[in-house]
């Protein structure tokens, strides 16, 4: 039979098993447990500190009790191993066979009181058999003999490599688990024996004769008036403690025995038990009415003891149905909060519990075998519903945090870089809440958390949107004014003119509240200040860009010529000294050239209405030309 068990399934039945042991292996001891599948096969690893001494025998007790009742787990055959904790190697191993069949009609033969008992083919179905493999592994062992252990660690390994663990705190034990392994071969006569739970009641009852010695009649005469006034109250004072006439206390017990077990098997629901209850209580109150110094009270308490001892048993019963009832009733509602989700896990763990401590072999253990799959299934709804709760509040939580680190910095930004971080961190959040279901614990809070981000977030984009404008205007104009004193420094003042302007546009550009807003104030006057000056260079030299490019191709030829400098209005050109040797040796080619480089100066000098000089390559004066 192949079985397919999901991850969470896996990780459901290892926190059911862990609780188990927990609870019912003394001396308050931790466990970790965890289950994988490996080749259609149920593996369940179980850990414990090395500290700590374990009956392993017990532990595979109360994981196969366990076992038994996780119908949706079962495979055919399952493996146990216990293992210390931060040791690759399980030191113990214990093998379940489950033989998984088909529901059968006809469950097995009837006593003659009505009682269904099982056949030995039927009770196979429900039972299993198993061994156990201990090995110790000595820690200093230089050469171990190879055991199953050794071939199987690196399967186990794998097995369990992804599975999660839990640490669990310490737990009071409640009962110790007694072997679970029945003999199959038990005769039915024996059984049924067994299952009568008032063999050991004695119904027999003794009747002691009066013997009276008569007075004389005169005695007899004057006591005659007296026996008459007590002779009613005492008959019926003999009557009730059972010394004279019938015993009606301990008929009707005897009644109600005879009838038990007709009763057990019309019982099948909570209701049903309930009823049978009260009836035996009522029982045991009436047969409690019969006093000590009765004949009849050890038989009596007998009976009694045996109602009481049933009574008990129905009640473990009633309890757990009523816890998973409770649990139940809770579940129909929708939770509000997620302590209250975990109150319901809470009930529907311990309801589980209660339910899976009723052994097979219980008179009302059909009753709980139908009941616990749903309830099982119930307890896995919860928990998956408590773990998606807490992934949507968690996410809440995130997108909190990120709302009041915006909020915090909001508080503080000033440049457009802090303001894109705030808007950032509001959308986030934002991002984060409006993935959060309607039907969730924590949409309230989310609608709120929406309700206080978004109008936030607007106001911090808006302002980083202003405050990035403002920025850009501000370099803009740092770059424009730069520009503008180097057109300054190199006289051409029409150009130096359009750059200040330019400068003092994108100065006054920048908007008020805004990061730079005071440090562009401060510069429009510096700017303002700027432009006039080169204005009014403007206006008194004009614009000198022609000149200068005239004069550089002047100077330019085969051999560079002269150099210039403009000055004070006036345009100063010196000779190289190879030019002035040239013309110093009376070359006639360069004399020439001298009267047309003349000619082109006094043209220059003409346009720019500026004086030109020029000087040999010792500084002295060669020619001065002024414009008309």
């Known amino acids: 039979m192949k079985a397919t068990i999901q991850k969470e399934d896996l990780q459901h ?46 532990v595979f007790e109360v994981l196969e009790q366990a076992l038994q009742w996780q119908f949706n787990y079962q495979t055919e055959q399952v493996q146990l191993f216990l293992r210390k904790v931060g040791e690759k190697r399980p030191y113990s191993r214990h093998t379940l066979y489950f033989q998984i069949s088909a529901p059968q009609t006809d469950m097995g033969n009837k006593t003659e009181n009505g009682f269904e008992m099982p056949t030995i083919e039927a009770e196979r179905d429900i039972n299993y058999t198993s061994e156990r493999d201990t090995l110790i ?69 003794k009747k002691k004769g009066l013997s009276i010695s008569l007075p004389p009649l005169p005695v007899v005469i004057g006591t005659a008036v007296v026996i008459a006034l007590v002779s009613g109250s005492a008959a019926f004072f003999l009557h009730h403690g059972c010394v004279i006439g019938e015993c009606k206390e301990l008929q009707t017990g005897q009644q109600f025995k005879n009838e038990y077990p007709q009763q057990v098997k019309r019982t099948n629901s909570g ?55 409770s649990a139940q009733k809770t579940s129909q509602t929708p939770p509000k909060n997620l302590d209250e989700l975990r109150n319901r896990q809470t009930l529907w763990r311990q309801a589980i519990l209660s339910l899976e401590i009723i052994k097979p072999d219980h008179e009302f253990y059909g009753i709980v ?146 990061f730079y807003f005071n440090q562009a104030k401060s510069l429009v006057e510096t700017y303002n200040a700027s432009l006039q000056q080169s204005q009014q260079q403007y206006e008194i030299y004009g614009d000198l860009t022609s000149t200068r490019n005239e004069l550089n191709n002047t100077c330019k030829n085969t051999i560079k010529i002269c150099t210039y400098t403009i000055e004070n209005q006036e345009i100063k050109v010196r000779l190289t000294p190879e030019y002035d040797r040239l ?12 009267q047309r480089l003349q000619e082109v100066l006094k043209v220059i000098s003409q346009n720019a209405q500026m004086p030109v000089y020029i000087y040999n390559s010792q500084g002295q004066e060669r020619y001065m030309r002024k414009p008309l």
């Open 583 to 594: 013309f110093q040796a009376n070359n006639r080619e360069i004399q020439g050239h001298f």
């Open 369 to 514: 075998r139908t009941n616990l799959p749903t309830y099982q299934n119930s307890f896995k709804s919860i928990n998956q519903q408590l773990t998606q709760e807490e992934t949507w509040l968690q996410k809440i939580a995130t997108a909190k945090t990120a709302g009041e680190a915006a909020t915090k910095l909001q508080a503080t930004a000033k440049s457009a870089p802090e303001w894109q971080k705030v808007a950032s961190n509001f959308q986030t959040a934002i991002n984060i809440l409006k993935v959060i279901p309607v039907d969730s614990l924590g949409i309230e809070d989310a609608r709120k958390l929406l309700g206080e981000y978004e109008p936030k977030n607007v106001v911090a984009r808006d302002r980083a949107k202003k405050e990035q404008i403002a920025a850009t205007s501000y370099q803009q104009a740092i770059r424009a004014a730069n520009q503008a004193k180097v057109y300054d420094n190199q006289k051409q003042w029409q150009a130096a003119v359009k750059s200040w302007e330019q400068a003092l546009q994108n100065a006054k550009q920048v908007s008020e509240n805004t």
């Open 271 to 325: 209701a049903d038990l309930l009823t049978l209850q009260k009836q035996l209580d009522q029982v045991v109150e009436d047969i409690q009415k019969i006093p000590q110094w009765s004949p009849r009270y050890q038989e009596s308490q007998l009976l009694a003891n045996s109602f009481s001892e049933q009574s008990t048993k129905i009640k473990t019963v009633i309890t757990a149905l009523e816890a998973a009832e």
């Open 13 to 58: 039945l290892g926190n059911i098993l862990q609780e188990r042991l927990v609870a019912q292996v003394p001396d308050r001891q931790e466990f970790q447990v965890k289950c994988a599948m490996k080749n259609d096969e149920l593996m369940i690893l179980t850990e414990h500190p090395s500290e700590v001494i374990v009956n392993t025998q017990q």
């Open 137 to 205: 592994i000595p820690a200093d062992s230089e050469n171990p003999r190879p055991s199953f252990l050794d071939i199987e660690e690196e399967a186990i390994e794998d097995s369990f490599a992804s599975s999660s663990s839990t640490s669990f705190g310490d737990y009071s034990s409640t009962d110790t688990i007694s072997s679970l392994d029945e003999d199959e071969s038990e005769p039915i006569e024996e059984t049924e024996e067994k299952f009568d739970p008032f063999a050991n009641v004695a119904v027999k009852s």
